[in-house]
């Protein structure tokens, strides 16, 4: 248990390693369900489209939503974004900074799927099949001869060599070849494409606002922390208030079973009113109860922290002014009394 333990806190304390780790997993694994997956093209003018457009979307759409879901900071950022601002108002920049930081990580295995998906060529070859220009790779002076229905027919079933009989026409496989080579060229540009746009989002984006950029990244690594600590100090009061209630109770039940030893019967104690906290229960967790010492406290306390959060202003009782993200103008001048007393 304790190794399980360590290995936890290690995760939490390096949480955008552990994320980026994760991605990478996810990035392999999409690859890996492709090349295992059985691509069976339906052979069907009006079905080829529609099923290589779901096998090259569908994948990627999942993927993408289960790397939101593992993501821990998912909940940070839909809890800040329906919060109350009570005396902390909300900073579209920071949530935007957040979503993006999320998207970027969520996207690497829907990237790598696509990817390899057009690099392969089947999904590409049976999506586009009826689209062959039949008169430069083909026969192309028997193409007017035919009807359009029949000419699509016979262009959709040539992914599939086991029913393809329209060699008279088109060679099968030079139908492969340039559809293949089409696909694995855009599939290269994808590639590209996605490589030179991450550049730019993690190296030049920062250079133009590093400013706004600093600023979004601090107070979302605050947000984060902030909320960790909060569950902290929750988990270890509602440890040591579990603590001394236990203790309440066997002190309790010891208190009755000697009162019942001594008159010959077993005496209950009113349910309706708490024993006081006894005073040995230890200092630490009097300490860490902090003078929350019932059900009812504790649930405006924490309905208190989700309507109204303290400002971000340290040392200051006043709430803030505008835009909780920023402080305001300078403290106001307080008035001193000094009061004297003579001995008579």
Not at 17 to 45: E, K, R, T
Not at 171 to 194: K, P
Request: hydrophobic share 45%; glycine share 6%; aromatic share 10%.
């Amino acid at each position: 248990m304790d190794k399980f333990r360590m290995i936890f806190q290690f995760l939490q304390s390096n949480q955008e390693s552990f994320m980026n780790g994760i991605c990478g997993i996810m990035a392999l694994a999409s690859a890996q369900m492709y090349s295992a997956f059985d691509f069976n093209c339906p052979c069907l003018p009006g079905y080829n489209a529609a099923y290589s457009m779901g096998i090259l979307l569908a994948p990627p759409l999942v993927l993408f939503l289960l790397g939101l879901v593992m993501n821990n900071n998912v909940s940070m950022l839909a809890e800040e974004w329906k919060r109350p601002p009570g005396h902390r108002a909300k900073d579209p920049a920071v949530l935007r900074y957040m979503f993006c930081s999320m998207a970027q990580r969520a996207l690497i295995a829907p990237v790598v799927w696509v990817a390899v998906t057009l690099l392969d060529g089947k999904c590409f070859l049976c999506a586009f099949c009826t689209a062959v220009p039949v008169t430069a790779l083909g026969n192309g002076s028997l193409v007017p001869g035919l009807p359009a229905p029949e000419l699509a027919r016979l262009l959709a079933r040539v992914p599939c060599p086991e029913i393809y009989d329209g060699d008279w026409l088109l060679a099968r496989e030079v139908a492969v070849r340039y559809l293949r080579c089409i696909s694995q060229a855009l599939g290269w540009s994808f590639v590209l494409l996605t490589t030179l746009l991450a550049f730019v989002v993690r190296s030049v984006r920062p250079c133009f606002t590093q400013a706004a950029f600093l600023k979004s990244k601090y107070w979302s690594h605050y947000i984060d922390i902030e909320r960790k600590l909060f569950d902290e100090t929750c988990t270890e009061h509602a440890k040591a208030f579990a603590k001394v209630c236990i203790q309440q109770f066997f002190e309790a039940m010891n208190h009755d079973l000697e009162l019942g030893h001594a008159h010959g019967a077993l005496a209950t104690a009113p349910a309706s009113k708490a024993a006081p906290i006894p005073p040995d229960s230890g200092e630490e967790e009097r300490e860490k109860l902090r003078g929350i010492t019932d059900q009812g406290t504790m649930n405006r306390l924490l309905t208190s922290w989700h309507k109204c959060k303290p400002p971000l202003r340290l040392g200051r009782e006043e709430p803030l002014m505008g835009n909780g993200w920023a402080g305001g103008g300078p403290r106001p001048l307080r008035k001193e009394v000094a009061t004297y007393f003579s001995k008579v």
